[in-house]
């Protein structure tokens, strides 16, 4: 007598061409608001800034009139950003954890379930976080270049955004803080460890470029202006330096992410989570 068996039934299977980029990118944005630390980090990053800006514009103002007070080098935008010095490592920390996060409390298996092509996560988790980052970068630089100039203008040494190369300068810093939430951004792509991502990021765009400065010869100065923040810093600046060109140091820093993501993104797609 034989048995016949009724066939299983058959799995529901997610296919990747159901999973449009939109949607990928409407659950990016609302993982990311979901978080407390997205806020946090944030507030954190316009605080820092605002508050060194504060300080260093304060302490200009006192000694602008001081016999040693160097007023032919003595740039009123670049002072004005100073801050942002401090307030880039705020943002490179949330981009970090825009990738290491899920990592970190094994979402990310979930998320590549419902989106099996990896780079379509990594690329909307990469515009949403960017758009962000923006955004928070020009309010930062625009409140800090108004805050610098009030103290400035006391001393009738205050630039405007209608002077040369002034708005291009704290535009700049906005894009300055975004790319450094993008270097934070594909170092957790790359590590894939939030301790280790955050670690590096602060190594790499405040404690080494600080470092490189004391390289001697002229070695050390090709590696200290190719160098990270030393490079992208540059964008700041209105005044000459003997750094890199504003948008040379801004690409060259540029670069620097891109390929720390691109090699962070190959990664994700061929390793298991």
């Not at 007023?71 to 290491?100: E, Y």
Request: hydrophobic letters at 50%.
């Amino acid at each position: 007598m034989s048995v016949s068996t009724a066939p299983a039934p058959a799995r529901p299977e997610l296919h990747a061409g159901g999973t449009t980029y939109v949607n990928v990118l409407r659950s990016e944005w609302v993982k990311l608001w979901s978080l407390r630390s997205t806020r946090w980090t944030i507030i954190a990053t316009i605080v820092v800034t605002l508050a060194f800006t504060t300080l260093v514009s304060w302490a200009i103002q006192n000694s602008y009139n001081d016999p040693d007070f160097d007023r032919r080098t003595f740039d009123p935008t670049a002072a004005s950003m100073f801050g942002v010095l401090f307030g880039q490592l705020g943002m490179a920390v949330l981009g970090a954890l825009v990738i290491t996060g899920e990592y970190t409390t094994g979402g990310i298996r979930t998320t590549f379930t419902a989106v099996p092509h990896r780079l379509k996560v990594v690329a909307a988790k990469f515009l949403v976080f960017g758009v962000v980052a923006l955004v928070t970068g020009l309010v930062t630089c625009f409140s800090s270049f108004f805050i610098g100039q009030l103290f400035f203008a006391t001393r009738h040494a205050e630039a405007h955004l209608s002077d040369p190369h002034v708005l291009r300068a704290v535009i700049g810093g906005g894009l300055y803080i975004a790319g450094s939430g993008m270097f934070g951004f594909a170092l957790g792509a790359l590590l894939r460890k939030t301790a280790a991502a955050v670690t590096a990021a602060a190594a790499l765009l405040f404690v080494l470029p600080l470092l490189s400065n004391v390289i001697p010869g002229s070695i050390g100065d090709k590696i200290t202006n190719y160098f990270t923040a030393n490079a992208g810093g540059q964008i700041m600046n209105v005044l000459p330096t003997d750094g890199l060109a504003p948008w040379t140091g801004y690409a060259v820093f540029t670069v620097e992410w891109v390929i720390l993501l691109v090699i962070g993104a190959y990664l994700i797609e061929r390793i298991d989570p």
